[in-house]
Structures are given as structure tokens and as C-alpha cells.
């Protein structure tokens, strides 16, 4: 069993940025897979970044260039760095942890990106 406790969402104009986290509440190092998704309203959850153990990061098209997703061993923690947001990447974040036993969720943070 993994918690994922998401924080760092919030209201920004666009251009700004934002880091959103993501606490586990075992070791990261034993998490296969870690990353961000994300559901705006009226919208299916996609994919925004994923880390794997060995490092390799996957992004969506639509964040190329101005997302980073990476990872804190020490603190148990996973980032998630958004740059020259567009209002478009309003929604509601979620933490993603996937394990030889299963997907875990956090609850996720709401991104708001208004003028």
C-alpha cells in the first residue's frame, strides 16, 4: 500500500509557474513507475509526465519544453515543475505510483491558470 499526497496547486496567470509535489509515504526507490496526470472538467485523466526507476521520463506532447517531472530519493518525493502555463493546463493534478501490486492515486491538487 503507497499514499500520494499531492500539494502545490493553485491559482496563476498565464505564463507563470508552478511546482507541484507529491509525497509518498514509503520509499520512492521500490515505485516503478511515478508521474503526473491530470482531468480538466468535462475531460478524461491524461497523461501529463512519468519517471521511471531508471530515470526516463515521458512527457505528453502538449507539455513538451515546459513541464519536468522529477524525484527526491531522499525525501520520498516527486516533482512536477510547470512553466509558461497556458490556460489550457487548468485541472485537477494527480500523483501516480505504480508498484508490482498495483496503481495508486493521490487525490489530487487543483491548477488554475486565469488572467
Known amino acids: 500500500q503507497v499514499q500520494l499526497v499531492e500539494s502545490g496547486g493553485g491559482l496563476v496567470q498565464p505564463g507563470g509557474s508552478l511546482r507541484l509535489s507529491c509525497l509518498a509515504s514509503r520509499s520512492i526507490l521500490r515505485i516503478n513507475t511515478m508521474g503526473w496526470y491530470r482531468q480538466a472538467p468535462g475531460k478524461e485523466r491524461e497523461l501529463v509526465a512519468t519517471?521511471?526507476?531508471?530515470?526516463?521520463?515521458n512527457y505528453a506532447d502538449s507539455v513538451k519544453g515546459r513541464f519536468t517531472i522529477s524525484r527526491d530519493y531522499a525525501k520520498n518525493t516527486v516533482y512536477l515543475q510547470m512553466n509558461s502555463l497556458k490556460l489550457e493546463d487548468t485541472a485537477v493534478y494527480y500523483c501516480?505510483?505504480?508498484?508490482?501490486?498495483?496503481?495508486?492515486w493521490g487525490q489530487g491538487t487543483q491548477v488554475t491558470v486565469s488572467s
Open positions: 519517471i521511471n526507476s531508471g530515470g526516463s521520463t
Open positions: 501516480n505510483g505504480v508498484t508490482g501490486r498495483g496503481a495508486y
